[in-house]
């Protein structure tokens, strides 16, 4: 494994920054244009320093108002009195031998999450995180073990997007051949439990004369939240994928537990009525490969007759094991044969190449370290530590 691990270089909060006038700065990123127009007519500034300001944040990628310099000197200090353009701490950055690139981010308020690049041939997708922890226990999920913390941020969720592009030195944001090209909502998080500040975030994102990620080209990830799917597709028209791993009710209920408030009947009619769904433009279903528990011919076919009435393809996603996962990975036999029977029907069906296990990165490993162990599991893992360091019994 190419790992780089390095401190914590942390950029200004609103809570560790103060302005001149002993208040706390405020955090530029993250505010939409309305907002920041409301901030110019707040300040006595014309329209058009909104515009000015949108361009350099998320356009140009600035870090500094020194760099604006089509703004006057005197506007640039009296902003760098009171604003600051912040992004998350970068506390450990990892590099696998595939060239994903996994960085775990530490918040103004010190919780972390992670995102994780994957550079491909045709793209460079960025798995984007939503929460700290996550709403739902998925059993499969490393996340999942993890309690929920909070939803992040608008700002959070944006900034996990500008240090990616930092990291790829990809500003002014670059019209082809971007090695940042995707973003799937794929990470740490129930986005749709975080809905609001997805929302904002991803319009920040996708404007044209920003950041400029097509809607196209993000995907956002559901485990089935019903009453908000349609919302999703009305507002911000991305695709949608959606974690299914199971085609009975009662599998569903134990390894996907969302499906006890919204069983699998609910979840498909919402899917059915999908803004925008069409053959051109499916729903995405996400079938992680249990061995011996939803990895069967008949669970394959059972599935089919499940998405008989949406447009869809399915991606196939081999489990990535993590430690105490109480999983094991379909053999390639089995999942080459679900897969066969999947496309014999006339759906798409890829076996997701797992990328990132040398490093925690793969679909369903992501966990971040802001949840601290009891201190009984502490006290057990610096046992662990000094009996296999010292096998003899000889520390001091």
Not at 34 to 58: D, I, N, S, V
Not at 81 to 86: P, S, Y
Not at 102 to 117: I, N, P, R, T
Not at 266 to 283: C, F, K, V
Request: hydrophobic content about 40%; glycine content about 8%.
């Amino acid at each position: 494994m190419n790992s780089e691990q390095h401190a914590a270089s942390l950029s200004p909060t609103t809570a560790d920054v103060g302005g001149a006038d002993g208040h706390a700065k405020r955090d530029l990123i993250g505010l939409d244009r309305a907002e920041l127009e409301a901030l110019m007519a707040e300040l006595g500034e014309p329209k058009f320093r909104a515009r000015q300001l949108w361009h350099w944040l998320y356009h140009r990628g600035a870090r500094d108002f020194a760099e604006m310099h089509n703004l006057s000197k005197d506007f640039r200090a009296r902003f760098a009195e009171k604003f600051f353009i912040g992004r998350p701490g970068i506390a450990v950055s990892l590099a696998s031998k595939d060239g994903t690139h996994k960085w775990l981010l530490e918040l103004g308020d010190g919780q972390k999450v992670e995102a994780v690049h994957i550079p491909e041939e045709d793209r460079g997708t960025l798995c984007v995180s939503s929460q700290v922890g996550c709403t739902l226990t998925c059993k499969f999920c490393h996340t999942g073990t993890q309690r929920l913390v909070r939803n992040l941020t608008a700002a959070e969720i944006v900034g996990q997007v500008m240090m990616a592009r930092d990291h790829l030195g990809e500003w002014p944001s670059p019209k082809d051949g971007r090695l940042l090209s995707n973003i799937v909502m794929m990470g740490m998080g129930e986005p749709l439990y975080n809905f609001e500040n997805v929302a904002k975030a991803l319009k920040i994102v996708m404007d044209g004369e920003g950041i400029a990620i097509s809607k196209r080209r993000i995907t956002l990830s559901t485990a089935g939240v019903v009453p908000l799917i349609e919302r999703c597709g009305a507002e911000l028209g991305v695709n949608l994928a959606v974690s299914l791993h199971a085609v009975t009710d009662e599998l569903r209920n134990e390894i996907v537990p969302i499906n006890k408030k919204y069983p699998l009947a609910e979840l498909m009619r919402a899917l059915e009525n999908y803004p925008g769904l069409s053959n051109a433009r499916r729903i995405t279903f996400e079938y992680v490969m249990l061995k011996g528990i939803n990895d069967s011919p008949a669970d394959a076919r059972a599935l089919i007759q499940l998405i008989k009435r949406v447009p869809a393809k399915v991606n196939l996603i081999p489990f990535n094991p993590w430690p105490g996962a109480p999983f094991e990975r379909s053999t390639p036999a089995a999942i080459r044969d679900f897969s066969d029977i999947i496309f014999d029907a006339g759906y798409s069906s890829p076996v997701r190449t797992p990328r990132g296990e040398d490093i925690m990165a793969a679909c369903g490993q992501l966990k971040s370290d802001s949840v601290k162990p009891r201190r009984s599991e502490r006290d057990r893992l610096a046992a662990e530590s000094v009996a296999q360091d010292f096998p003899d019994g000889a520390a001091a």
